[in-house]
C-alpha cells in the first residue's frame, strides 16, 4: 500500500505560481513512477506529467515548457513547479502512483491517489 497526500494548492492570479508537494509512504517510494493528474468540473480527469523511476519526465503538450516535475527519493516527496499559470489550468490536481516501469500516462495505469488539492487561477 502506498499513502499520498497533496498540498501547496491554492488561488493565484493569471501568470504566477505555485509548488505543489506530495508526500508518499508505504513503500519503497524510489520503485514508483510518480504522475500528476488535473481534473476541472465537468470534464475528466487528465494528465499533467510523470516521473519514472529513473528521474525520466514526460509532460501534457499544455503544461510543457511551464510545469516542471520533480522528485526528492531521500524525502519521499514529488513535486510540481507550476508557472505562467493560466485560468484554463483551474483544477484539483492529484498525486498518483504506480509499480509500472516507464512513465505512464494514463489514470489507469496508476493503483494509488491522493485525496487532490484545489489550484484556481484567477484576477
Known amino acids: 500500500q502506498v499513502q499520498l497526500v497533496e498540498s501547496g494548492g491554492g488561488l493565484v492570479q493569471p501568470g504566477g505560481s505555485l509548488r505543489l508537494s506530495c508526500a508518499a509512504s508505504g513503500r519503497t517510494f524510489s520503485r514508483l513512477a510518480m504522475g500528476w493528474f488535473r481534473q476541472a468540473p465537468g470534464k475528466e480527469r487528465e494528465f499533467v506529467a510523470v516521473?519514472?523511476?529513473?528521474?525520466?519526465?514526460y509532460y501534457a503538450d499544455s503544461v510543457k515548457g511551464r510545469f516542471i516535475i520533480s522528485r526528492d527519493n531521500t524525502k519521499n516527496a514529488m513535486y510540481l513547479q507550476m508557472n505562467t499559470l493560466k485560468p484554463e489550468d483551474t483544477a484539483v490536481y492529484y498525486c498518483?502512483?504506480?509499480?509500472?516501469?516507464?512513465?505512464?500516462?494514463?489514470?489507469?495505469?496508476?493503483?494509488?491517489w491522493g485525496q487532490g488539492t484545489q489550484v484556481t487561477v484567477s484576477s
Open positions: 498518483a502512483a504506480t509499480s509500472r516501469i516507464g512513465v505512464p500516462a494514463r489514470p489507469n495505469e496508476y493503483d494509488y
Open positions: 516521473i519514472g523511476r529513473n528521474e525520466v519526465t
